[in-house]
């Protein structure tokens, strides 16, 4: 209840919250979110030490930590949260693990989840009810559709592979239920995982106390690697800011410099993220969530602790083009767009359609601001023209020949800026949000992202095709 002990401190005045917050330079709500996000590591430890040889009190400890959370970083409107568990319990319980069942809770979960953002949205980055929820949004709807998945499953219909190691055959108790949503290592701020894994996890399915040792190991190099990033987010944005970037000031240095500098800030910004998965892993880690079998090695069979992860480190780091960034940042949310919006829409016939509608998708999920409309067209315009440049400028023998040669660390160089420019140029928008905001700093930038993205099919396409046909065959292979 150390949630509980902050909030009694903070009604009487003697909260240290405030002041700490004064001094690293944050407000008191980000430093309450970093407090409970950390909090998440203990309390796997309290709960393997104590808590889970007994199994009937594992979903009320869950249920108790993460109320404590809810409470202390929104108070009372940590209700919230429990109605949209409520009412897909009762729908679930009405209409049957089916059809009708996901899409009331589709439709319900997001309508709750937009009025939400229209009553506490502002122009800053809010940290509200809406937080939790837009993951627990995620969470039910995903449930819904693996009841679906189990109802088709008993029914003898084919399912994907992947489907089939999320889809439930029974429909889940009150009490796992609401474990589930508040399970505390990752409440807040993700990752998303399956109630299939959720119950694995409490049914004893995954050999914790065999694997204690690997478990303690893998959860604190990923709580250091978190608390480095989160240090390295810190130095970054006393570098690189917005508020510099909105500036007269920054308008009087070179376009280049503010190109790469749009660039550096955007990379900076993303390590907020990246330490809040990190540190929510580790706690996901030490609780025994992310446990995800063996692999063999040349050292023989190892445990893997990826159940849970959100951030592949290396392929982020190592990016040369955006489906780099993509397959490597937010992986879960990515995973259930996917599963759960893209190959759902398979009926509409066209990949690109069904691209469009999982980028809008994840853009009203974000919020109603412009900036989160725009990012995710940024993110469609470039992958739809990175896949078709790659698919030509691949075939051709000079295109293998640079890569086979020392001329492959220059394409690195050049690819690893590109990707860092432009991924400031989509992430402003998604950043500052409003119109006027995001519109100020693209003028600043001559709208080059636009200029470079929006023509591709019309124009460079084809001087890109008559450019390669004239000064490369097609390779051997192609």
């Known amino acids: 209840m150390i949630g509980l002990f902050l909030s009694l401190l903070s009604w009487i005045g003697l909260s240290p919250v405030p002041l700490a917050a004064y001094l690293i330079g944050t407000t008191e709500p980000a430093l309450k979110l970093l407090i409970s996000i950390l909090l998440g590591y203990p309390l796997g430890i309290i709960y393997n030490k104590y808590v889970r ?8 400890y869950f249920i108790v930590t993460g109320l404590d959370i809810a409470l202390y970083n929104f108070g009372l409107s940590f209700y919230h949260n429990v109605l949209p568990a409520v009412v897909i319990y009762l729908s679930t319980k009405l209409l049957g693990p089916g059809k009708h069942n996901a899409i009331i809770t589709f439709i319900f979960n997001m309508t709750y989840l937009l009025v939400g953002y229209v009553l506490t949205e502002s122009e800053d980055y809010d940290i509200t009810w809406t937080m939790p929820h837009c993951v627990l949004t995620l969470k039910l709807i995903a449930l819904s559709f693996d009841l679906w998945d189990g109802k088709k499953m008993l029914k003898g219909e084919k399912l994907s592979e992947t489907n089939k190691k999320t889809a439930l055959e029974s429909t889940p108790q009150f009490p796992e239920l609401i474990g589930f949503l508040y399970f505390p290592a990752c409440f807040l701020v993700g990752p998303i995982f399956s109630f299939r894994r959720y119950l694995d996890f409490i049914s004893d399915k995954f050999p914790i106390e065999k694997e204690a040792h ?13 608390l480095s ?6 130095v970054g944005i006393s570098v690189f800011s917005m508020k510099y970037m909105l500036s007269d000031e920054f308008w009087e240095t070179s376009i280049i410099y503010r190109h790469f500098y749009s660039g550096l800030w955007a990379h900076f910004a993303l390590y907020k993220y990246i330490a809040c998965w990190l540190l929510t892993e580790a706690s996901c880690i030490r609780f025994g969530l992310s446990y995800n079998g063996k692999k063999k090695t040349e050292m023989g069979e190892v445990s893997q602790w990826d159940g849970c ?3 592949k480190l290396m392929r982020f780091e190592g990016a040369t083009k955006f489906q780099h960034y993509i397959d490597s940042f937010n992986c879960n949310t990515n995973h259930f767009a996917a599963e759960y919006i893209y190959k759902r829409l398979k009926f509409l016939g066209n990949r690109n359609l069904s691209q469009f509608f999982t980028l809008f998708f994840l853009a009203v999920w974000h919020g109603t601001r412009s900036g989160y409309y725009v990012t995710f067209f940024n993110e469609f315009i470039i992958i739809y023209m990175e896949k078709e440049l790659e698919s030509i400028i691949t075939k051709t023998e000079i295109y293998n020949k640079l890569w086979a040669s020392n001329a492959k660390y220059l ?8 990707t860092i420019v432009f991924m400031g140029w989509s992430l402003i928008p998604f950043d500052v949000k409003v119109f006027s905001k995001w519109w100020r700093v693209y003028a600043s930038l001559y709208f080059s992202g636009f200029m470079l993205f929006l023509p591709w099919a019309l124009i460079y396409k084809p001087a890109v095709i008559k450019i390669v046909k004239m000064i490369s065959p097609p390779s051997k292979e192609n």
């Open 53 to 60: 040889e007994y199994k009937e009190y594992r979903n009320i």
């Open 214 to 226: 690997s478990l303690e190991d893998q959860a604190m190099k990923r709580l250091v690697q978190g």
């Open 229 to 234: 990033y989160l240090v390295a987010f810190q």
């Open 309 to 311: 992860n959100n951030i």
């Open 411 to 418: 394409l690195y160089g050049l690819l690893k800026t590109y």
